[in-house]
């Protein structure tokens, strides 16, 4: 059994910083995409950022909201994949959840793209 497990959420102010991290138990997830995607309330779960992997190694993908703020990365010794979210914004704050699909190599952009999912973790940015 796979489980994804996010930590780091809270509340920040604009322009602060928050880590997030997810760990993965029951699978070894190296070379399989993994992202973070979030959801507002009223809104739909959308992508943030997601790392994939082919045949030179990982590759990030970031939406244009975050791009430049946040960075995405995989540590393998530890089975986690953390966001580092700086300079937030008030539009930033969303349930953030980990997400990771169940074949190897590209990141995905949708929801349906992935098998295997987090509880999720709330951020809140307060202006």
């Known amino acids: 059994q796979v489980y994804l497990t996010e930590s780091g959420g809270g509340a920040a102010q604009a322009g602060g910083s928050l880590r997030l991290s997810c760990v993965a138990s029951g699978w070894n997830w190296r070379y399989y995409a993994v992202a973070w995607f979030r959801q507002a309330p009223g809104k739909a779960r959308q992508i943030v950022a997601g790392v994939g992997w082919r045949s030179g190694g990982d590759y990030e993908y970031y939406d244009n909201t975050v791009k430049g703020r946040f960075i995405i990365s995989r540590d393998t010794s530890k089975k986690t994949v953390d966001l580092q979210m700086n300079r937030l914004e008030p539009e930033d704050t969303a349930v953030y959840f980990c997400?990771?699909?169940?074949?190897?190599?590209?990141?995905?952009?949708?929801?349906?793209?992935?098998?295997?999912w987090g509880r999720g973790t709330q951020v809140t940015v307060s202006s």
């Open positions: 997400a990771a699909r169940s074949t190897r190599g590209q990141v995905g952009y949708g929801m349906e793209d992935y098998t295997y």
